[in-house]
């Protein structure tokens, strides 16, 4: 149905005892006209897209955290710029350690403090992980955007670089697939205020090179198309179990 035939119709579905579902919800202002009109339940992608560029600023705390990112992702950062750039917010200086403590992670013991993470577990991984408690800590984003990025990038790391702890590019090029959707720009105004390595920015921008062509299985299994995936010649059974994997850690790093 369109807009007008939907608007007509809620009124008579109100009074049945059941919840409505709106299918093929694929932007948020599709999302939020159905929600508007009573819908409880939603199927799509919608939450995976930016919305439509608005004539006011973006707000001023995801200005601010997309220059932390930013700071995070330059190639010459070090571990006292980390150290600094995470403690300027003690919210995310907390959840960061709450994600390095989790049974997700599996530290042998627990971190008290950035620098102990830092020098327990590397530059990269610390980078990294920062890079997720800044992406969820956007409050105004529903919370499946950044289970969909947790998913993608783990699903990235076991099927492009095997089930070791130590989060790589292959996690990084998953991780960052969202941020559109988490900016509300386009993936090419995005990497202008990342900077990412050219490897990372061809894979999000065009899914070449190992990198996209691991993130365009995921996606494809993500939803769906499988002849896609045939087409890619990549084991289904493969894909199947690292989707399951990622699912589960992600519940638990995200728990």
């Known amino acids: ?37 009573g819908f409880q339940y939603f199927q799509g992608y919608f939450f995976c897209n ?37 403690s300027e917010d003690p919210s995310l200086s907390t959840s960061l350690q709450r994600c390095i403590n989790s049974a997700a992670i ?36 529903p919370r499946e955007l950044t289970r969909t990025s947790v998913i993608r990038a783990r699903m990235c790391q076991l099927l492009g670089e095997g089930p070791s702890r130590q989060y790589g590019s292959f996690f990084t090029t998953g991780l960052f697939s969202t941020l559109e959707a988490f900016l509300d720009c386009s993936m090419e105004k995005a990497m202008e205020q990342i900077p990412l390595s050219d490897e990372i920015r061809t894979a999000l921008l065009h899914k070449k090179g190992p990198k996209g062509r691991m993130l365009a299985a995921v996606i494809a299994y993500e939803q769906g198309d499988w002849d896609t995936l045939i087409q890619m010649r990549i084991d289904p059974e493969k894909v199947a ?6 699912v589960a850690w992600g519940e638990e790093l995200l728990h």
Do not use: W
């Open 1 to 37: 149905m369109n807009r007008e035939q939907l608007a007509r119709e809620m009124p008579s579905l109100r009074g049945l005892m059941a919840s409505p579902l709106a299918e093929n919800v694929e932007t948020m202002e599709d999302f939020e006209f159905c929600r508007d009109l």
């Open 50 to 86: 930016p919305k439509s560029a608005a004539t006011t600023p973006p707000p001023p705390k995801r200005m601010a955290l997309c220059g932390l990112l930013s700071r995070l992702q330059r190639p010459d950062v070090t571990t006292n710029e980390i150290e600094v750039i995470m």
């Open 106 to 141: 599996g530290m042998p013991r627990k971190i008290q403090s950035i620098p102990h993470a830092i020098r327990m577990v590397g530059l990269d991984h610390i980078r990294t992980l920062s890079s997720l408690v800044i992406l969820s800590s956007l409050d105004d984003k």
């Open 241 to 246: 179990k690292a989707y399951l994997d990622s």
